[in-house]
């Protein structure tokens, strides 16, 4: 079954809550895991079960970092905040590297999150609307 992360800096949620809303009748079709503070929201305000980790600062981001390295994601849409500094930036870059490594995609932006969800949603055989 696909596996995707979703997560998001505080500034960037709006977006992410927004980002699954709308592509809700795909991804409550899938197996969802989340950082925690975001999986809180997505369930809350979209209504999507998800497989929630820590919160990004407290282990979160390490988390989802060992599904990657464990071949249990096919993707990640991390909304970053590139203009304000994290707390957790040693663990973010970690993530990055690892997704790296592994051949894992990810998308830090709305509209590589876009892509990469299209291009998930194509190999399940389903094409977003």
Excluded: N, W
């Excluded at 500094?85 to 995609?105: F, G, K, M, N, Y």
Aim: hydrophobic content about 35%; charged content about 30%.
């Amino acid at each position: 079954m696909t596996r995707i992360a979703l997560i998001a800096h505080d500034d960037e949620k709006p977006e992410m809550i927004d980002f699954a809303s709308e592509h809700q009748s795909y991804l409550q079709d899938i197996e969802i895991v989340t950082t925690g503070t975001t999986g809180k929201r997505i369930e809350d305000e979209v209504g999507i079960d998800v497989d929630r980790k820590q919160s990004g600062p407290l282990g979160g981001d390490l988390q989802i970092g060992a599904e990657v390295a464990d071949d249990k994601l096919d993707g990640i849409i991390f909304l970053r905040d590139p203009l304000t500094a994290q707390p957790h930036e040693p663990d973010i870059s970690a993530l990055l590297r690892i997704c790296d490594v592994h051949d894992t995609p990810m998308a830090t932006t709305r509209k590589s999150a876009e892509y990469l969800l299209t291009g998930v949603a194509l190999e399940d055989g389903v094409e977003l609307q």
